[in-house]
């Protein structure tokens, strides 16, 4: 079974700080993706990559930075954090085909 | 730029009963739907896919899904809802062909009574 795999699980961060989501998949998909959701709203699209070493915007990416080391792992990065960007963040992988598999997802607290 | 409506933010349901979700898109071209289901605490898990052909799709746990080009929309049904269907569904649609950068409507919640 596809396995997307999201840590930390939750995590509260201070205004200002540096946040850094780890998403690791072992599906072998070439596509990744962060997408972030907010009480009353779907998810939306923040940052997403094709190939290792590449990133691209998605439809919400300021304030948020994204990296692609491998085809595995993909980093989803909050230089300054800031109370708006609380929020639950999912990680999702895919070969543009047929399937988007999501992870459980990250519940960021920034007080 | 594509968009997805669900105009219900919140259904309820008796457990036995027939349900039906609604989902309006908007798409240049043929589109590529989704129902997503969300679980509490739980990530989003795929029901059922549309990808030009027969207009009514399969998926799983009884959930069946009608696409209609001339009204925009991809609703969801199910026969009998049971008490374990109670969760937030999310209607999708593909930035391209296939599964790709999908845009999400702001979801259903699912309540059953019993």
């Known amino acids: 079974e596809a396995a997307v795999t999201q840590s930390p699980r939750s995590k509260v961060a201070v205004t200002g700080g540096k946040v850094t989501l780890s998403c690791h998949q072992t599906?072998?998909?070439?596509?990744m993706y962060w997408y972030r959701q907010d009480t009353g709203h779907g998810l939306r699209l923040i940052h997403y990559?094709?190939?290792?070493?590449?990133?691209e915007k998605g439809d919400i990416p300021d304030g948020y930075k994204a990296s692609r080391p491998s085809q595995e792992n993909f980093s989803l990065i909050l230089e300054l954090a800031s109370l708006s960007q609380t929020a639950v963040y999912f990680c999702a992988s895919g070969t543009g085909d047929t399937e988007v598999f999501f992870g459980k997802g990250t519940r960021l607290t920034v007080v | 730029a594509q968009s997805v409506t669900q105009p219900d933010a919140r259904v309820t349901v008796s457990e036995g009963a027939s349900l039906q979700l609604r989902c309006k898109y908007s798409?240049?071209?043929?589109?590529?739907l989704f129902w997503y289901v969300q679980y509490p605490r739980q990530g989003l898990q795929l029901l059922l896919k549309y990808y030009p052909g027969d207009p009514v799709v399969q998926g799983v746990n009884g959930f069946e899904a009608e696409f209609s080009k001339s009204n925009s929309s991809f609703h969801l049904r199910k026969a009998s809802v049971h008490w374990s269907d109670w969760a937030v569904y999310f209607c999708a649609v593909s930035d391209t062909e296939g599964a790709d950068r999908l845009t999400f409507g702001k979801g259903t919640q699912l309540i059953i009574q019993p």
């Open positions: 798409y240049f071209g043929t589109p590529y």
């Open positions: 990559s094709y190939v290792a070493d590449s990133t």
């Open positions: 599906n072998n998909h070439d596509y």
